[in-house]
């Protein structure tokens, strides 16, 4: 079965400096990979995705990720963080080799909190 | 650009009635998902449709239906609501069957007293 994991509730950072959220995954076979964004009352809105190709990808408001087959990661990262970026940022993972394929399973979500 | 449209976005309901939720897909998107966010929870999927056909189903209740019309809007169906329903109920959307990006609507907030 296929999972995500986000192993920090949250992430508290200065405005400026680089930001990190974590995210590891299992699924068997190849993975589909998305990091969404969820700001207070609204829906969840798509940043990046992994699916073939350069292991770096480029998203909306400067946050990339890096795809990390060995280690089974992708973790969001963004080289100067904004007070904006204040959310809760879900990793998803879809596993398009196995049955119920188009789902997202989602992680558990991380809260990021820039601080001024 | 056109996003997904979902309606009603607040509803309240008592115990052991009924909801329609709406859903309005990315105009030549033929592909929608739905998805269940409990309170502080990530979203658990519930059940796709890919050119009016359920092409998936997570962990829907029996008490709820969904289905998706010719003009590919969706509607999901809840009866006999009970309080552990209450949550924010998202529609998405994508091109194809197995399409990759899923683009997700703001949600209905359902509220059951």
């Known amino acids: 079965a296929q999972s995500v994991a986000q192993p920090e509730d949250q992430v508290n950072v200065a405005e400026g400096n680089p930001l990190t959220v974590k995210c590891t995954y299992s699924?068997?076979?190849?993975?589909?990979l998305f990091w969404y964004v969820q700001y207070p009352n609204r829906g969840l809105q798509f940043l990046l995705k992994?699916?073939?190709?350069?292991?770096l990808v480029k998203g909306s408001y400067g946050f990339e990720a890096e795809f990390n087959k060995s280690q089974t990661s992708f973790h969001l990262k963004k080289p100067s963080a904004l007070v904006s970026d204040s959310a809760l940022y879900f990793c998803a993972v879809r596993a398009p080799d196995q049955t119920g394929a188009n789902n997202l399973f989602f992680g558990t979500g991380t809260r990021l909190t820039v601080i001024p | 650009a056109a996003g997904v449209i979902q309606s009603p976005r607040h509803l309240i309901k008592e115990k052991r009635e009924t909801a329609t939720l709406k859903c309005y897909p990315i105009p030549r998107h033929d592909t929608v998902y739905w998805y269940q966010q409990g309170p502080g929870q990530d979203p658990q999927f519930l059940i796709s449709f890919y050119e009016k056909m359920q092409s998936d189903k997570g962990s829907i209740p029996d008490r709820f239906s969904a289905q998706q019309f010719s003009d590919y809007h969706s509607e999901l169906n809840m009866s006999s609501l009970e309080l552990g329903d209450s949550a924010l109920y998202f529609c998405a959307s994508s091109v194809g069957g197995g399409g990759e990006t899923q683009y997700f609507g703001p949600g209905t907030r359902l509220l059951v007293l």
């Open positions: 699924v068997s076979g190849n993975p589909y």
């Open positions: 992994y699916i073939t190709g350069d292991n």
